[in-house]
């Protein structure tokens, strides 16, 4: 693994309801600089109240009540998440970690423009730059993401689940952060435009050296662009290890189950024999 740009110990997240339910329990992991990491399970296993923690997003009843959460900045010096306090984590949001929300129509505004979101992302976190430059940055990102400028000028509306998504991943890369979370950033796509925004994905990261958390309940998905693979169960993270080892030698059972879960795309089709007027039916 690179040298880690994030360190995770032991972080416990309780929801204190009438009985107290631990979504998170003594999580651990680090992120390597540019690595994808995925963070796979089921539905309600913990994965986006772990994302939501370590971006310090969760709010009553969610409490953390235990762990460490650090940040190694690249010039060498180490940032306590769980210790920032109200301006330096606002300043430290999407400047040096941002977050791509699940459902991006929900997360869009829509009776803003893209243009006018973009905006205003950069005035609320990067007032220094002046309106010509963040009508530049907002151009500059939209087309990276693969979505021509002129939608700007567009609602969310009137833009295809594919271009919408690409648009929050647009606004999450504004001040070039050092990490990105994904959580189910391709669950309401289709498979092609899932494949699409996949590659993108990848591409992005490569040619611009930001480190990924990749939260989704599809462990094949992971298999095919992460390099490191997290299962989470019941708020443990039951395995870490390389999606190949993963892949061919999950030790958890739980893990395994995932994997059997999932029909393959490969293997044998089955014997199929002729029974009049051309219909073919299984042997």
């Known amino acids: 693994m690179r040298s880690p740009v994030l360190t995770v110990e032991n972080l416990t997240v309780v929801y204190e309801t009438e009985q107290p339910v631990t979504a998170v329990r003594s999580a651990s992991l680090q992120l390597g600089r540019g690595e994808i990491l995925g963070l796979a399970g089921e539905s309600g296993c913990g994965k986006t109240t772990l994302a939501y923690a370590v971006n310090r997003l969760h709010q009553p009843p969610a409490r953390i009540t235990g762990g460490s959460v650090v940040f190694h900045d690249r010039d060498g010096g180490d940032i306590d998440l769980l210790a920032l306090k109200d301006e330096a984590l606002r300043r430290f949001r999407w400047s040096q970690l941002s977050m791509v929300f699940q459902g991006a129509m929900n997360s869009l505004n829509p009776v803003r423009t893209i243009g006018y979101q973009l905006d205003d992302t950069l005035k609320a976190h990067a007032p220094e730059m002046s309106r010509a430059e963040r009508r530049a940055r907002s151009r500059e990102v939209l087309e990276r993401v693969g979505v021509d400028a002129v939608r700007l000028r567009s609602y ?98 739980y893990t395994r189950k995932l994997l059997e879960s999932f029909p393959s795309l490969t293997g044998d089709r089955g014997d199929f024999v002729r029974h009049g007027h051309g219909e073919e039916r299984s042997a």
């Open 156 to 253: 969310p509306h009137e833009l295809s689940g594919g271009m919408r998504q690409r648009t929050m991943i647009a606004m999450a890369m504004l001040l070039q952060p050092q990490i990105m979370i994904m959580d189910e950033p391709t669950t309401a796509l289709d498979v092609v435009v899932q494949r699409e925004i996949l590659r993108e994905i990848v591409r992005l990261r490569d040619e611009l050296d930001f480190a990924v958390v990749f939260i989704t309940h599809d462990l094949p998905l992971l298999l095919e662009i992460a390099d490191r693979i997290a299962v989470m169960y019941r708020g443990e993270i039951v395995e870490l290890d390389t999606a190949e080892q993963v892949h061919r030698a999950a030790k958890h059972p």
